[in-house]
């Protein structure tokens, strides 16, 4: 009997899971909010304390452990994902030397001495070659802009190394080197996605040295042995394996997706994401080529909108009951505008809703709006259904920029996150503007479920990619 664990390092939640390597039965999860980040920082900042998440992290394991009982000195390996695109800085014995900066935080935007703002300023640094090598043009929030940014303020400790989160979390259970797999080191925005290697010319034209960087592994690897310090925090055996970590939106397709060639991928978390298999890499100004497990690319329309739109409309309505009626609403109000939602059964009456709050990242100036206003459907459930059918839009958009660079054969959605899965209604939305069934995995924790399966893949519990269908479900 084998069991392996995958762990989630995400910038929410951290999320440890326990898989059965005979049978792919989860075998038990602890998650965890992530509650390290800072607070007061200056608008546009997003930082966390690096230190903390990986003590949540230690104390993950060891609630695993400890719902495992005595199967847990039958765990063979860790498989690890986490937030892609972010950096912390850690020095020689992988000690924080600044906090984890994440994909929301905005310095990228700040002015830049030559004029526009920083992410300007480098992408016309980089030039027009950039998305070809790339598979993505450098975006604010990228590791490799936030490293400029530091380097050029003047705040990039001599000898220190870069890493992804889930890179320093797994390098610290081994204390071994810093190593990255491309699926993460891709979110960068300065990785060779063709050569899976560090694109040098573009880091000196940035002004700073590829030492600081990671070294590019491969998930198939693992970054070294679980120490005996661990191990008896934790409660897992030492010396197992612990395996270079996939970038989230590639460990949650590979947690969710059963059969990569006829399954599209849209995950609605805070912000929503469109994902499908490749091949091949392809161009398309509404999609990133990112390097997918094993071989070939994950084309991904990502974070136009998603749960943060729904939030936007939550917010509003308790403005208004608050505003106008002196009523303080308790609890979320997200099941209720879902039912007024389900109640609309004949249209919305023309109004229609583009749900981008927050911009895209080709346009980040682009905002919401509602048209087809008139006096009788301005209602409550008409805003409501027509912000979840406005979603449905935007994914379909995205799935079309994917078709039109020759993926095809897409037959069945999986509809991942906690977006779809608790929204009956979006999952219809979706399913009337794609024509296609929405299947939602019965694994509720697909990053985590993804990370495992690596470990599986790298043990040789499972022996390929192609066999990882089978661990895979969807609810009835």
């Not at 965890?32 to 920082?41: A, E, I, V, Y």
């Not at 309505?317 to 609890?331: A, H, N, P, T």
């Not at 449905?392 to 958009?397: K, W």
């Not at 799935?399 to 897409?410: L, N, P, Q, W």
Request: aromatic content about 8%; charged content about 20%; glycine content about 12%.
């Amino acid at each position: 009997m084998a069991v392996v664990l995958g762990l989630d390092i995400g910038t929410t939640t951290i999320t440890s899971l326990a898989i059965d390597g005979d049978t792919g039965e989860s075998l038990g999860a602890k998650t965890t909010t992530n509650d390290s980040r800072f607070n007061g920082l200056a608008p546009g900042r997003c930082e966390f304390d690096a230190e903390r998440i990986w003590i949540q992290a230690i104390r993950c394991l060891n609630a695993v452990s400890e719902l495992l009982g005595h199967r847990a000195s039958e765990v063979v390996g860790v498989g690890m994902t986490g937030q892609q695109h972010g950096v912390v800085l850690v020095d020689e014995n992988l000690k924080p030397v600044s906090p984890y900066i994440n994909w929301q935080d905005q310095r990228g935007a700040d002015p830049h001495p030559d004029g526009g703002t920083y992410v300007d300023a480098l992408v016309g640094r980089l030039g027009n070659e950039q998305y070809q090598r790339h598979g993505c043009y450098l975006r604010t929030g990228f590791m490799g802009l936030t490293l400029t940014w530091l380097a050029d303020n003047g705040q990039l400790p001599e000898n220190c190394q870069a890493a992804f989160i889930m890179d320093f979390v797994a390098s610290r259970l081994c204390q071994a080197g810093l190593t990255s797999d491309p699926t993460a080191a891709g979110s960068a925005g300065v990785l060779d996605i063709h050569e899976n290697q560090w694109n040098e010319d573009a880091i000196g034209k940035l002004g700073w040295s590829s030492k600081i960087l990671p070294r590019i592994g491969s998930v198939r690897e693992a970054v070294g042995s679980l120490t005996a310090a661990i191990a008896q925090e934790t409660g897992l055996p030492a010396g197992i394996p612990v395996f270079t970590a996939l970038g989230d939106n590639q460990a949650s397709f590979l947690g969710s997706v059963s059969d990569r060639h006829s399954q599209l991928s849209i995950n609605v978390g805070t912000g929503g994401q469109v994902g499908a298999y490749s091949e091949k890499t392809g161009e398309h100004p509404a999609l990133e080529v990112r390097p997918f497990p094993y071989g070939g690319f994950l084309l991904a329309n990502v974070g136009a909108c998603g749960g943060r739109s729904y939030a936007a409309l939550e917010r509003f309505f308790r403005l208004v009951g608050e505003s106008l009626f002196d009523v303080e609403v308790e609890g979320s109000l997200f099941a209720r505008m879902t039912d007024l939602a389900a109640g609309v059964t004949n249209g919305t009456h023309d109004m229609t809703c583009l749900p981008l709050f927050t911009g895209t990242r080709q346009d980040p100036d682009v905002r919401a709006n509602w048209s087809g206003i008139d006096p009788d459907n301005f209602t409550p459930a008409n805003m409501v259904r027509s912000l979840l059918e406005g979603m449905a839009s935007v994914f379909f958009e995205g799935y079309e920029a994917i078709e039109s660079i020759g993926v095809t054969g897409m037959t069945e959605i999986v509809g991942a996150g906690n977006g779809i899965r608790e929204n009956e209604i979006l999952q219809h939305c979706i399913e009337k503007r794609f024509e296609m069934p929405v299947l939602r995995p019965a694994q509720r924790e697909e990053a985590a479920t993804g990370a495992a399966i690596s470990a599986a893949i790298g043990t040789g519990l499972l022996p390929d990619l192609s066999a990882t269908a089978k661990w895979l479900s969807f609810e009835s």
